[in-house]
């Protein structure tokens, strides 16, 4: 599925453009967006790269990786979203989130609405049965966003991540094809 176009009341999510560099910098290079990420903040560099390892990925056949661009009514870029499909067993119908919010738009509930998008983007339109997240433990914000999208927490991955800090866990929640219409309806 290429371009990418959902859309809520407050924020949609479309494919990124090479324009999105200094926006989604302000998300990648921020280290208090970093703090509960699986990578130290980035560079502009490191940015750039980013931006167009996700343009090619997005014109896969088949597409695996729907990293997006989050965006307000103005187009201003406030987050960065992602659902990977997972590979594997091929009974396996299954991705994973992951979704970063600029600071200055923390605590205004746009975390749950970029979460509920991707969920949406998953079951109704890529037909996944289940997706999860993995959050750092001390994340308590990204726990309240995916409970609140519905998500149970399931359990925590041990020495999941090895990070310059040293090993770190992981705390998985998940939700189902069929709690998600529970949720949506």
Do not use: C
Not at 41 to 54: D, F, L, N
Not at 119 to 147: D, H, K, T
Request: aromatic share 8%; proline share 5%.
């Amino acid at each position: 599925m290429y371009p990418v176009a959902i859309s809520s009341t407050r924020l949609a999510l479309r494919e990124f453009t090479p324009a999105d560099v200094d926006a989604l910098l302000a998300i990648y290079g921020d280290p208090r967006v970093a703090e509960h990420m699986s990578f130290e903040p980035r560079s502009r560099e490191q940015v750039e790269k980013t931006i167009e390892g996700v343009g090619g990925a997005a014109e896969a056949e088949p597409r695996m990786d729907y990293s997006l661009a989050v965006v307000v009514p103005d187009d201003e870029l406030v987050a960065f979203a992602r659902l990977a499909i997972d590979v594997g067993h091929p009974l396996q119908n299954s991705a994973q989130l992951g979704f970063a919010l600029r600071a200055d738009r923390w605590r205004q509930g746009l975390g749950t609405e970029v979460v509920r998008l991707l969920l949406q983007l998953g079951f109704e339109q890529l037909g996944v049965y289940r997706i999860w997240g993995a959050r750092s433990p001390l994340n308590e914000a990204s726990a309240a966003v995916m409970a609140k999208a519905g998500m149970v927490e399931e359990g925590i991955i041990r020495g999941h991540l090895n990070l310059a800090s040293g090993w770190r866990d992981s705390v998985v929640h998940s939700i189902l094809a069929p709690e998600w219409t529970g949720v949506a309806g």
